[in-house]
Nanobody
């Protein structure tokens, strides 16, 4: 079992920044973030492997940066130049032993 604790969501104005954090209870192979807006499907935002390889959705590439601290089993999502369409619930996930674990979700709202 892997427990995930997320933090860092909130309300921000367009063009602003937020940093999400997700701490896992044990090491994981890959960690990342999905998001889901009301009435829309959950979409992959970004992930990072234990070796440091990263991948991003086209909609966030160049604005968001994912990183991880393996010593702390923590993944971060730095979100810059936020847009209203980034408004969603963001879910952290971690993969360990072919099982995917999910965080509880954190709300990000981009609005003036």
């Amino acid at each position: 079992q892997v427990q995930l604790v997320e933090s860092g969501g909130g309300l921000v104005q367009p063009g602003g920044s937020l940093r999400l954090s997700c701490a896992a209870s044990r090491s994981s192979r890959a960690m990342g973030w999905y998001r889901q807006a009301p009435g829309k499907q959950r979409e992959l935002v970004a992930y990072v492997t234990s070796g440091g390889s990263t991948n991003y959705a086209d909609s966030v590439r160049g604005r968001f940066t994912i990183s991880r601290d393996n010593a702390k089993n923590t993944v971060y999502l730095q979100m810059n130049s936020l847009k209203p369409e980034d408004t969603s619930v963001y879910y952290c996930y971690a993969q360990a032993l072919a099982v995917t674990y999910w965080g509880q979700g954190t709300q990000v709202t981009v609005s003036s």
